[in-house]
């Protein structure tokens, strides 16, 4: 298993971007997909962004095409989360997660961090 730090998240007005890291520790970084997910407070765990263990497939959801971008860094077991154009019902915590299975559910994901909080103002 890989053990998982969200960095990067903060205050941003409406329209403003954020750049979310996850750190991963452990060998086997370069074997997962990595996800984005986000919870606000009384909403479920929703999907934002997955990508392949080679980089080479990404997928988001549909609220965070064309403004969100997802990537990773292999030399430095990192995944990071783009954010453009911010909207204040984005406001979460943002989660990165890693699992063997290429999906958008959160319970097929193996390994969580422990969150970064993203708020944004209107």
């Given at each position: 298993?890989?053990?998982?730090?969200?960095?990067?998240?903060?205050?941003?007005?409406?329209?403003?971007?954020?750049?979310?890291?996850?750190?991963?520790?452990?060998?086997?970084?370069?074997?997962?997909?990595?996800?984005?997910?986000?919870?606000?407070?009384?909403?479920?765990?929703?999907?934002?962004?997955?990508?392949?263990?080679?980089?080479?497939?990404?997928?988001y959801?549909?609220?965070?095409?064309?403004?969100?971008t997802?990537?990773?860094?292999?030399?430095?077991?990192?995944?990071?989360?783009?954010?453009?154009?911010?909207k204040?019902?984005?406001?979460?915590?943002?989660?990165?997660?890693?699992?063997?299975?290429?999906?958008?559910?959160?319970?097929?994901?193996?390994?969580?961090?422990?969150?970064?909080?993203?708020?944004?103002?209107s």
């Amino acid at each position: 298993q890989v053990q998982l730090v969200e960095s990067g998240g903060g205050l941003v007005q409406a329209g403003g971007s954020l750049r979310l890291s996850c750190a991963a520790s452990g060998r086997t970084f370069n074997s997962y997909t990595m996800g984005w997910f986000r919870q606000a407070p009384g909403k479920e765990r929703e999907f934002v962004a997955r990508i392949s263990w080679s980089g080479g497939y990404t997928y988001y959801a549909d609220s965070v095409k064309g403004r969100f971008t997802i990537s990773r860094d292999s030399a430095k077991n990192t995944v990071y989360l783009q954010m453009n154009s911010l909207k204040p019902e984005e406001t979460a915590v943002y989660y990165c997660a890693a699992g063997y299975h290429s999906t958008s559910y959160p319970g097929n994901y193996d390994c969580w961090g422990q969150g970064t909080q993203v708020t944004v103002s209107s």
